[in-house]
């Protein structure tokens, strides 16, 4: 006797989809197993290469890393110009005035830069009594002995560039154009402390 509905028969194949699909998602439950995976292309796993900071008996100092071709320079950081770059001329001696003309822009910028990274062992006006100077007793120059005061606009360029003494340089964290802004704000300081002192020695 037939059935009142019609029934729909499958393909032998088709009977069995339902059990893979089941299988297929209790394997996948994200549990480990201590068999090593299945590498269809296992060169593409198990490459013949050096690892960071591995060692080499191939090269003759034993380093896998090379270092750049001499005269490599990165892309965007080609500096032709080497009188802002260095702050020198071009035998080499510091430059006497700075190459950034000292705008209104230029000396608020190093007014900024220099808060951050100058006052707090220089003081907000160049004293050298800081932060340093105050909680350490660290010896921090004055920006307004004799020395400091003769120094050329590339001279006081190169120091924050490089660094002296104590002082760390800050080639990397101050842009090139940011180091020569604080040049300029820095002679504004020495120029402010000149004239009050000739203001309080007009007025003895």
Do not use: K
């Amino acid at each position: 006797m037939r059935p009142p509905y019609p029934v729909t028969r499958l393909a032998p194949g088709l009977r069995l989809a339902p059990l893979a699909a089941m299988l297929i998602l209790l394997g996948c439950r994200g549990m480990s197993s201590p068999f090593p995976p299945i590498h269809p292309n296992p060169n593409m796993d198990y490459q013949e290469r050096y690892d960071p900071q591995e060692a080499s008996d191939f090269f003759y100092d034993g380093m896998a890393m090379r270092q750049p071709v001499a005269g490599t320079v990165a892309r965007g950081q080609l500096n032709v110009d080497h009188r802002l770059l260095f702050g020198r001329d071009d035998e080499g001696y510091f430059l006497d005035s700075s190459p950034v003309p000292a705008s209104d822009e230029v000396l608020a910028r190093g007014r900024d830069r220099y808060a951050i990274y100058c006052q707090p062992c220089h003081d907000e006006r160049g004293t050298g009594q800081g932060i340093l100077f105050e909680r350490a007793a660290t010896p921090t120059a004055t920006l307004h002995d004799e020395l400091r005061l003769g120094y050329s606009d590339g001279r006081l360029y190169d120091i924050i560039t490089n660094g002296s003494g104590l002082m760390a340089g800050y080639r990397y964290p101050l842009t090139v154009e940011d180091r020569w802004a604080i040049v300029s704000y820095v002679r504004e300081l020495q120029e402010e402390r000149r004239t009050m002192e000739a203001e309080r020695a007009a007025r003895q």
